[in-house]
């Protein structure tokens, strides 16, 4: 019995001590705590500093993805107005979020680190078709580091609303 009373007071000390402590609970999603730089969160497209697409379109991500969640379709780039430095470019890029697994084989097989894994977190939403984010949500406004978070307006433009 004595065992039992002392486990007892043992719990309500630990009870007492936390409820005087500054609490550790956010309030998500008004509230966004900062995640590890190499968190594998939502993708980005990143960008060349003179503003051409990095991704030239050659499916290796696709390839080397587990959970075939990206669709990647590629075009021949017009030499006057090229969209990346190579010969082709993707005109069409498409992960399915919810196949994927965040698993990062997609940015380790990309050969000009076009798509990176961000630590933003995925949202939830209420549609299955928001999940399926297409080349404009991915794409990078302005060259800047492809680990930062995805921006404010980067995230308004998504597909997936609800944060
Ligand atoms: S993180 Fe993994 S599962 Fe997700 S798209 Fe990339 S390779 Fe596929
Ligand atoms: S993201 Fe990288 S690996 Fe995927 S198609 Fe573009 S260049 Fe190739």
């Not at 993707?90 to 050969?111: H, K, N, T, V, W």
């Not at 921006?151 to 997936?160: D, G, I, M, V």
């Amino acid at each position: 019995m004595l065992r039992g009373v002392g486990a007892l007071l043992k719990g309500m000390a630990t009870t007492l001590r936390l409820f005087f402590s500054k609490p550790i609970t956010v309030q998500y999603p008004e509230q966004r705590r900062d995640l590890p730089r190499r968190f594998r969160g939502r993708h980005r497209l990143t960008r060349h500093e003179n503003g051409l697409e990095r991704c030239i379109g050659c499916s290796l991500c696709a390839a080397a993805c587990p959970a075939d969640a990206i669709i990647v379709e590629a075009s021949e780039n017009d030499p006057a107005h090229p969209v990346s430095p190579g010969e082709r470019y993707a005109s069409r890029y498409e992960i399915d979020l919810y196949r994927c697994i965040f698993c990062g084989e997609c940015e380790a097989a990309c050969p000009v680190d076009a798509i990176v894994l961000t630590p933003t977190l995925v949202p939830s939403d209420y549609s299955r078709q928001s999940f399926v984010v297409n080349k404009q949500d991915l794409l990078e406004e302005v060259s800047g580091d492809p680990k930062r978070p995805l921006t404010e307006s980067e995230l308004a433009r998504r597909s997936l609303s609800v944060r």
